[in-house]
């Protein structure tokens, strides 16, 4: 004979009401462009629910770091959040209009000066995962002499190469590679002076913080971390002026990271684009490119492996 105890049927209503929730047409990840400051700005939107009827998520502008959104307020196929400026000026809160028809996204932006922005957005592609990759040969993107493998983002006064050293003395144009890829593995050395502040961008989006915070606890938002994303699990940089390693293996958005001979990241999802990406297209190849705008950096050397067609 099965009795159910009180305590039993509540789990069982509990557990039951979990399964039959419908989820909302709205959550997902979402890859943004706004038309800010006459630009296109590549942002980035998450939705789930907390609960049974709310709504919550992160957003991420065109720079700083994922920031996590209270509350959705949804009205039909209409939704509103506000939250609080990171990087931007002083002012109000930003706050988001949006619409969803046909599974696209399009609304405003309500900046903290008042001005308004129009955005769009589309889901963010399941990019294949590939548990065997094969590889191909090994490119060599800083070949000791010269800029010939990359471009600028904007006019280049800080980058040069110095006795084969691939050097950026101040902050100043961001430096692009100009071939694209899309499941990769890539090799860096590097070092920096102290305070300095820079970063690899994995296909042109997803940054790879370098920064001079030997001793910090590990965050998302240090050293070898996915800017605002992934936390590394030990902090393993070592002093300012030193040369420094990441080994970097990025297949579909699973990336892991080894940094200064240490697994700090394993196989990890990446879950969208960090602030300063180049574009918001996820399931497009992209290039490496290393930050710039931010302090001074030296690379002796970047050797990307590419997948084999």
Do not use: C
Not at 1 to 16: D, E, S
Not at 236 to 242: L, M, Q, R, V, Y
Request: proline share 6%; hydrophobic share 35%.
């Amino acid at each position: 004979m099965n009795i159910r105890t009180p305590l039993t049927l509540l789990l069982v209503i509990v557990i039951t009401a979990v399964h039959a929730q419908k989820q909302h047409p709205l959550e997902g990840r979402w890859d943004l462009e706004v038309q800010f400051q006459r630009k296109t700005q590549p942002s980035w939107l998450e939705v789930r629910h907390s609960g049974h009827n709310t709504l919550v998520g992160r957003f991420v502008f065109a720079f700083g770091s994922a920031r996590p959104v209270s509350e959705i307020e949804t009205f039909g196929n209409s939704f509103t959040f506000t939250i609080p400026r990171q990087w931007e000026p002083e002012g109000s809160d930003m706050v988001f209009h949006g619409t969803l028809e046909n599974d696209t996204l399009e609304g405003t932006i309500i900046y903290t000066d008042g001005s308004v922005s129009n955005w769009t957005g589309v889901r963010a592609p399941n990019l294949p995962y590939n548990e065997n990759p094969t590889w191909a040969k090994p490119i060599e993107l800083f070949n000791g002499k010269n800029l010939d493998n990359w471009y600028f983002d904007r006019e280049n006064d800080n980058w040069e190469v110095i006795d084969g050293i691939l050097t950026n003395k101040k902050a100043g144009a961001n430096l692009i590679s100009n071939q694209k890829f899309t499941d990769f593995k890539l090799e860096a050395e590097f070092r920096y002076p102290e305070g300095s502040n820079s970063g690899i961008y994995l296909r042109g989006r997803y940054e790879v913080q370098i920064a001079d915070n030997k001793d910090l606890e590990p965050s998302d938002i240090y050293f070898s971390g996915i800017y605002g994303f992934l936390e590394p699990n030990e902090n393993t940089a070592k002093s300012a002026g030193e040369w420094q390693t990441y080994g970097i293996t990025l297949v579909g958005n699973r990336v892991t990271i080894i940094a200064n001979g240490k697994t700090v990241i394993n196989d990890q999802t990446i879950p969208g684009i960090t602030g300063g990406a180049l574009n918001s297209k996820e399931g497009e190849p992209g290039p490496i490119m290393i930050q710039g705008d931010h302090g001074p950096i030296e690379f002796k050397k970047l050797v990307v492996t590419p997948i084999k067609n």
